[in-house]
């Protein structure tokens, strides 16, 4: 159990339509990250917050969206869903710039699935 | 811009046999390297990790050296074992606190 905790585990819905995505970091992690998990474009870093600011953007599309929360935990936002946008999402959390290591902790997963 | 190249998988091995994944990296300054293991099913965890040239990092078996000379990060593990079936994914990171670059990953499959 790596401490960190995606809700919901799947999820089923029809294009055009949007989600919501959680995700609850290990006790006193700062750092969330979101990535995107598909068969041809393996992991893809979405996007990065520490301690509620965004830090770091990668290839998020603009109808995504993400914040985090002064509890810290995240959300990843999904809207005008496309077919091509199932994937498994990840969230994955990590500690404070002085302790950091370079260890990024995953969660499970959230399975979308758009038809 | 930095990035990780995975070998195509999928690998398959019978029970005993040695296995080699290669990775290689393109990256300024100095990456900290990384192996990640995602079973089916799961999310990913980290398998092992080096932070600085000619560091081994090892676990559960498994190996893999960081060498700047060729830019290289191969995970080896002497007698793999039907559980150790799962995607292996090599990564980077080029300072503390910022996103892991990963692989493509490979796919690892052991027969008995």
């Known amino acids: 159990d790596s401490g960190v905790t995606q809700t919901p585990k799947h999820l089923i819905t029809a294009t055009g339509q949007r989600v919501t995505l959680r995700c609850s970091p290990r006790?006193?992690?700062?750092?969330v990250y979101w990535y995107q998990q598909s068969l041809d474009q393996g992991l893809q870093f979405l996007i990065q917050y520490y301690n509620g600011e965004e830090r770091a953007k990668g290839n998020i599309l603009e109808r995504f969206s993400a914040q985090q929360f002064p509890d810290l935990h995240s959300e990843l936002n999904l809207s005008s869903l496309e077919l091509g946008d199932s994937a498994l999402y990840f969230c994955?959390?990590?500690?404070?710039?002085?302790?950091?290591?370079?260890?990024?902790?995953f969660g499970e997963g959230s399975r979308l699935t758009v038809l | 811009g930095n990035s990780v190249t995975q070998m195509e998988g999928p690998v398959t091995l019978s029970e005993e046999a040695f296995l080699t994944i290669n990775c290689t990296y393109t990256a300024t300054g100095y990456p900290s390297l990384f192996w990640y293991v995602q079973y089916p099913g799961e999310g990913l965890q980290l398998l092992l990790k080096?932070?600085?040239?000619?560091d081994k990092g090892s676990n559960k078996g498994f190996e893999a050296t960081y060498r700047k000379e060729t830019t290289s990060f191969h995970l080896e593990k002497g007698s793999v074992q039907v559980s150790d079936s799962a995607v292996y994914f090599c990564?980077?990171?080029?300072?503390?606190?910022?996103?892991?670059?990963f692989g493509k990953g490979t796919t690892l499959s052991v027969s008995s």
């Open positions: 994955a959390s990590s500690g404070t710039s002085g302790s950091y290591t370079g260890e990024l902790f």
């Open positions: 006790s006193g992690d700062l750092s």
């Open positions: 990564a980077l990171s080029d300072r503390g606190g910022t996103a892991l670059i």
């Open positions: 080096a932070t600085k040239a000619d």
